[in-house]
């Protein structure tokens, strides 16, 4: 069974929530990176998504889009990212990793030899931000046969009509992004969520995450009853910014003590 289904099914027999935190491969570099995703599942996490640096992020915010930016200009590439997902698979990582991936990269790459890298490599799922529902069955298929989750995205302004296809084609969970926009953080929890979420979940057996916009402690607590999971980006990647200037042990400790933070919130 696909690391996904897994942990959801377990949380769903405890009743809890998925915590699931965001990370830039490479933002400040490979090494930190992997130490942080150890990091954030050791101190809560359930499940970590890895941003794949993209020159033209479609989704993403300031915040984001700086730490591709900042991986980019040290020439993180794919490859090396899929080894360092291997290298903590050998260390016993059990977690689901999941990628945020720009279509554009996948089909660079070729699709097929993607989905085999990532699958080789341990990955479990991908997010793809720019792919249009209408082209997302053969990828959804293929990734499937690797046992891979394809996550799709649902947002406050999408038709249901289009939602019930991307439901159609989405594996793993859904991810529901909370507010119309770029990712970022925000103080208010964007009205209509709860009627929106809670049709979605009348709509599927599959799992039902929030993302965009979660910036703390208090948020998560006001989320978690809403939702099968919770995202948390910009919030913990604007930590990183001037990382290659400090200690990677101030910072892998400054990153797992939020974390921690938000895990604890979930867990009320």
Not at 111 to 124: C, F, I, K, M, P
Request: glycine letters at 8%.
């Amino acid at each position: 069974m696909n690391r996904i289904d897994a942990l959801f099914r377990r949380l769903r027999s405890e009743n809890r929530r998925a915590l699931m935190p965001f990370v830039t491969a490479g933002d400040p570099d490979l090494e930190t990176t992997a130490e942080l995703i150890a990091a954030m599942v050791g101190r809560g996490a359930d499940m970590v998504e890895l941003g794949i640096p993209y020159s033209d992020p479609i989704a993403d915010g300031p915040v984001i889009a700086a730490s591709y930016t900042r991986a980019l200009s040290r020439g993180i590439k794919l490859a090396q990212v899929f080894e360092m997902v291997r290298g903590l698979r050998e260390e016993d990582l059990t977690a689901p990793l999941v990628t945020m991936v720009s279509y554009a990269i996948v089909h660079r790459h070729g699709v097929t030899a993607y989905l085999d890298r990532a699958s080789a490599s341990g990955v479990d799922g991908l997010i793809v931000p720019d792919l249009p529902v209408e082209e997302a069955a053969e990828l959804c298929r293929l990734a499937t046969e690797r046992d891979l989750s394809l996550i799709q995205l649902v947002t406050p302004t999408t038709p249901r009509d289009r939602a019930r296809k991307i439901l159609a084609s989405t594996t793993g969970f859904l991810y529901y992004v909370s507010v119309a926009g770029i990712t970022g953080e925000r103080r208010e929890i964007a009205a209509g969520l709860a009627d929106n979420v809670a049709w979605l979940r009348g709509q599927t057996d599959l799992p039902v995450c929030i993302g965009f916009g979660i910036s703390g402690p208090d948020q998560v607590r006001s989320l978690a009853p809403l939702a099968d999971g919770l995202i948390v980006g910009s919030a913990l990647v604007r930590r990183l910014v001037g990382a290659s200037e400090r200690p990677r042990a101030e910072v892998v400790a400054d990153i797992g003590g939020f974390v921690e933070e938000l895990a604890g919130a979930l867990r009320v």
